[in-house]
């Protein structure tokens, strides 16, 4: 009805008045109320926390497995090594940290493996050897990181296991018998 008197007056300060009014009525429709912006924010947030915590299981996954993979790349070096060189000796010179650089005493750097791998969670652990001489040798390549959970790693056995790999306490270990 008031367009109707609107298009009716002749009165030019009528017509002015109105068309401010209906200006003013067309601007508070364009924008967002309050509530919708929090809805929009609410949404927001949920779903970016959902991926936050995707992505985090995906990347502790990748280092587990990163983990897994060095101490196999480290128990075929020593089997390289025990191809070359036998068993005799073997105490001595496989002991020890899996470590570069000066402080480097294992026998594995160099020949049969380029450097030694570096821990995925970027600590500045070494991993390490223990040879115990038996019939069979019982060689243990545990990995540095500490686990507070047992990871989900296909054919990770549990503490009672005595080779393989071997979850026990936080711990990873690959035990080999020669």
């Known amino acids: 009805m008031r367009k109707e008197l609107a298009l009716q007056s002749t009165h030019p300060q009528e017509m002015q008045k109105e068309v401010k009014e209906q200006a003013v009525r067309r601007k508070r429709q364009l924008g967002f109320t309050l509530i919708e912006m929090l809805a929009v924010v609410t949404i927001l947030a949920i779903v970016s926390g959902i991926g936050f915590v995707m992505v985090n299981s995906q990347i502790e996954r990748a280092r587990a497995n990163t983990d897994v993979a060095n101490l196999r790349t480290i128990s075929d070096a020593v089997n390289r090594y025990i191809m070359d060189n036998g068993t005799n000796n073997i105490s001595t010179n496989l002991s020890g940290n899996v470590q570069s650089g000066a402080n480097a005493g294992?026998?594995?750097?160099?020949?049969?493996?380029?450097?030694?791998?570096?821990?995925p969670w970027n600590s500045?652990?070494?991993?390490?050897?223990?040879?115990?001489?038996?019939?069979?040798?019982?060689?243990?390549i545990t990995s540095p990181h500490t686990y507070t959970s047992q990871p989900n790693i296909p054919g990770l056995g549990g503490s009672s296991a005595t080779t393989g790999l071997i979850y026990n306490g936080g711990t990873l270990t690959l035990v080999l018998n020669y």
């Open 106 to 119: 294992n026998a594995l750097i160099g020949t049969y493996l380029g450097a030694a791998p570096r821990d």
């Open 124 to 140: 500045t652990n070494a991993y390490s050897i223990t040879v115990t001489p038996g019939t069979p040798n019982k060689i243990t």
